[in-house]
């Protein structure tokens, strides 16, 4: 079952042009890029907690899921 978004809020269907757009110019590349060195790119060490590490896999997971709307949104125009 589908939600129907709020008024104002970005539906899922429009998202990835909506996102590929944001990221277009060479400003938008630097801060993609920037995204993934401090998530993707990221390694922790031994010593930090397991919170931590569930922390740092959160943001993984919300950079993969931007990285791929604006890789879909590319990839429809």
Avoid at 6 to 32: C, P, W
Wanted: glycine fraction near 8%; hydrophobic fraction near 50%; aromatic fraction near 8%.
């Amino acid at each position: 079952m589908m939600v129907l978004p709020e008024k104002g809020v970005l539906a899922a269907e429009d998202a990835g042009r909506v996102f590929a757009r944001l990221f277009t110019a060479a400003d938008g590349d630097r801060a993609l890029a920037y995204l993934r060195a401090m998530t993707l790119d990221r390694a922790m060490g031994a010593h930090v907690s397991t919170e931590q590490l569930w922390h740092l896999e959160g943001q993984r997971y919300l950079a993969r899921y931007i990285l791929k709307l604006v890789e879909r949104g590319r990839a429809s125009d």
